[in-house]
C-alpha cells in the first residue's frame, strides 16, 4: 500500500499496482486497464510480459471479451479456465496462454476506474481469500489513481498559470521594449544620410532600449523557479529526481545522502538543482556506470559515478561549460575529476 500511494504519476501508480497484485497473489499475468470513451484503454500496463512478446502481441486491445466485462460490472469474476467461459472472445497468435483468471473492478462510488486481471496462478486456482486480497488492493488502487489524478490535473493547471504569468511578464515589459528598439533603429536607418548626427543619437537610444530590455528578460527568466524547488525544498526536490531516475534506470543503482544540509540561497539551491540535473543526465547516458551517488553537503552538492570516465580536457557536448557558468553565477566553483577507466566526479562549492 505504502508502495502504490508514494507514487505520484498516474503511469507509476498503475504499472506499481500490477506489479504488487502479481507479487502478491503469486499470477504469472497481471494487467490493468483503464478505459477511454472510444472502446478502447487509455492506459493498458502489464507485468510478467517482456517487451519484445509485448510488441509480438501489437495494438491494445478493445474493450471486449471478459475485458469489457470487467469494465461494465462492478464485480469481481473469478473463473477456473477463461477459455472455456461463454463471454470469451480471443487473443491475438502472441498472446500467452491464460487459464485461470480472477478481475477486480477499481471502483470510486459508483463509477469504474478501471479494472486489474490476474491470470495463471503458480500454485493451484485463484481462491476466494485471493478475491478478497484484491478487493483490498484496487479500494487502495482507486485512492492512489484518483489522488494522482488530481495531482497531474493540479501540476498541469500550475503550468498553465505560470505560462500566462510569463506571457504577460513578457507583453508588458519585454515586448513593449522591443517595440520601442524597433522603431528607434528604423528611424536611426532613415537618418543615416541625411543626418548622421541624429541617427547617431537614435543608435544610442537603441543601445540603452536593448540593455533595458535584456534586464527584464533576466528578470523575467529569473522568476521562473522550479515549483517544486520552492514548495519542497533543495533536499526533498533532489530525493525526488534521484528516487525516479532509480526507478527508470533500472541497470544503475543510484545512491542519494545527506550529510549536513546546506543553508543556500534560492538562486544558489536552482543551481545546485540544475548541475545535479545535468550531471546525471550524463552519467545516466554516458559512464556505463553501475553506481552513481549524490551527495549534499554543507559546502554544496557532488554527482560521483564509477563509469568508464573521460578526459575532461578534451570533453564536448557534456554541458560542462553551462554547468561551471551557473555555478560561477551562484557565487560558487565546479570542478570535474575523471580519467578514462576511473569513473568521474563533478563537485559544486557554494
Avoid: C
Avoid at 116 to 130: H, M, P, V
Avoid at 274 to 295: G, P, S, Y
Avoid at 337 to 350: D, E, F, K
Amino acid at each position: 500500500m505504502l508502495a502504490v500511494s508514494r507514487q505520484l504519476s498516474v503511469k507509476e501508480v498503475l504499472q506499481t499496482i500490477v506489479t504488487v497484485a502479481r507479487d502478491l497473489l503469486d499470477a504469472e499475468y497481471a494487467a490493468l486497464g483503464v478505459p477511454d470513451d472510444q472502446g478502447g484503454f487509455a492506459e493498458f500496463v502489464v507485468d510478467g510480459i517482456t517487451d519484445e512478446q509485448w510488441d509480438a502481441i501489437g495494438p491494445l486491445p478493445r474493450q471486449h471479451g471478459l475485458l469489457g466485462v470487467m469494465l461494465r460490472e462492478a464485480k469481481p469474476q473469478r473463473i477456473d479456465d477463461v477459455r472455456e467461459d461463454p463471454r470469451f472472445g480471443w487473443w491475438p497468435a502472441a498472446h500467452p496462454v491464460l487459464a485461470d483468471f480472477l478481475g477486480m473492478p477499481i471502483m470510486d462510488g459508483d463509477d469504474i476506474l478501471g479494472a486489474i486481471y490476474l491470470a495463471n496462478r503458480r500454485s493451484g486456482k485463484f481462491t476466494e481469500a485471493d478475491e478478497g486480497t484484491l478487493g483490498v488492493l484496487a479500494a487502495h488502487a482507486a485512492i492512489a489513481l484518483t489522488n494522482a489524478r488530481l495531482y497531474e490535473r493540479s501540476r498541469e493547471l500550475t503550468l498553465l498559470e505560470e505560462r500566462h504569468r510569463v506571457a504577460r511578464e513578457l507583453h508588458d515589459a519585454v515586448a513593449q521594449k522591443l517595440f520601442s528598439l524597433r522603431l528607434t533603429a528604423s528611424a536611426a536607418a532613415a537618418l543615416v544620410q541625411t543626418d548622421p548626427q541624429r541617427a547617431a543619437a537614435r543608435l544610442e537610444e537603441v543601445g540603452t532600449l536593448a540593455a533595458q530590455a535584456a534586464e527584464e528578460l533576466g528578470e523575467v527568466v529569473a522568476e521562473l523557479r522550479p515549483r517544486e524547488l520552492a514548495d519542497a525544498g533543495l533536499v526533498e526536490t533532489l530525493r525526488r529526481r534521484v528516487n525516479l531516475l532509480g526507478r527508470v534506470h533500472t541497470t544503475t543503482k543510484l545512491h542519494f545522502a545527506v550529510t549536513v544540509q546546506p543553508r543556500l540561497s534560492p538562486s544558489a539551491e536552482e543551481a545546485a538543482l540544475r548541475v545535479v540535473e545535468e550531471a546525471l543526465h550524463n552519467a545516466l547516458r554516458h559512464a556505463d556506470a553501475a553506481n552513481i551517488w549524490v551527495t549534499l553537503t554543507a559546502q554544496g552538492v557532488e554527482v560521483r559515478d564509477d563509469g568508464v570516465g573521460f578526459d575532461p580536457a578534451g570533453a564536448r557536448g557534456l554541458g560542462l561549460a553551462s554547468m561551471r557558468e551557473r555555478a560561477r553565477r551562484a557565487g560558487g566553483s565546479l570542478t570535474v575529476s575523471s580519467r578514462p577507466g576511473g569513473g568521474t566526479r563533478i563537485r559544486m562549492v557554494l
